[in-house]
T-cell receptor, first 115, second 112 residues
Framework: DGGITQSPKYLFRKEGQNVTLSCEQN?????MYWYRQDPGQGLRLIYY???????QKGDIAEGYSVSREKKESFPLTVTSAQKNPTAFYLC??????????????FGDGTRLSIL | SQQGEEDPQALSIQEGENATMNCSYK?????LQWYRQNSGRGLVHLIL?????REKHSGRLRVTLDTSKKSSSLLITASRAADTASYFC????????????FGTGTKLQVIP
């Protein structure tokens, strides 16, 4: 079955450490997204990519970095510059193209905490 | 700031009752989507309604869109305990980009 796999499910970060969250999809989707979810605040867009080797900053990109070297993969690095990284991180994908926005398919998230 | 704001923030109903959630947004949209999130899980897409549509149905779900009031509602009829989840609206603007903006969600509890 096609879907999105996020790993790990739980991740702990030490001060000054960079950590990378994995996101892999086998849906053959061009567009991929990273969101951060804090309690009571809904989802906020960190980065998105509409095609391989291209990505754009979302609303809260500071302290995060991404790469899109393969269509299937869109890893997110939470750098030490992100001072409040504790949150639930969600990866999503969708088909791309012009016109109206398409439904997004989500992974089951990675919960990041500070040690 | 968030484009969509859901109302109410939390809703508790008995099994079999109908549940209505509302979403208001601030600027013109291309389309509006509703998603469900079970606790600790990713979001699941429920329904998409375009700006030129007024109502859409999918099973027990009914979505309306009033672009003059910049608002949408999601009605779940004959609710079940399995409908317990958070529900989010997401709005997409014109411009050809795929990004959407999510609201803060309504937490629905259906009591068996």
């Amino acid at each position: 079955d096609g879907g999105i796999t996020q790993s790990p499910k739980y991740l702990f970060r030490k001060e000054g450490q960079n950590v990378t969250l994995s996101c892999e999809q086998n849906l053959n989707h061009d567009a991929m997204y990273w969101y951060r979810q804090d309690p009571g605040q809904g989802l906020r867009l960190i980065y998105y990519s509409q095609i391989v080797n291209d990505f754009q900053k979302g609303d809260i990109a500071e302290g995060y970095s991404v790469s899109r070297e393969k269509k299937e993969s869109f890893p997110l690095t939470v750098t030490s510059a992100q001072k409040n990284p504790t949150a639930f991180y969600l990866c999503a994908s969708s088909i791309s193209g012009q016109g109206y926005q398409k439904p997004q398919h989500f992974g089951d998230g990675t919960r990041l905490s500070i040690l | 700031s968030q484009q969509g704001e859901e109302d109410p923030q939390a809703l508790s109903i008995q099994e079999g009752e109908n549940a209505t959630m509302n979403c208001s947004y601030k600027t013109s949209i291309n389309n509006l989507q509703w998603y469900r999130q079970n606790s600790g899980r990713g979001l699941v897409h429920l329904i998409l309604i375009r700006s030129n549509e007024r109502e859409k149905h999918s099973g027990r779900l009914r979505v309306t869109l009033d672009t003059s009031k910049k608002s949408s509602s999601l009605l779940i009829t004959a609710s079940r305990a399995a409908d317990t989840a958070s529900y989010f609206c997401a709005t997409g603007n014109s411009g050809g980009y795929q990004k959407v903006t999510f609201g803060t969600g309504t937490k629905l509890q259906v009591i068996p």
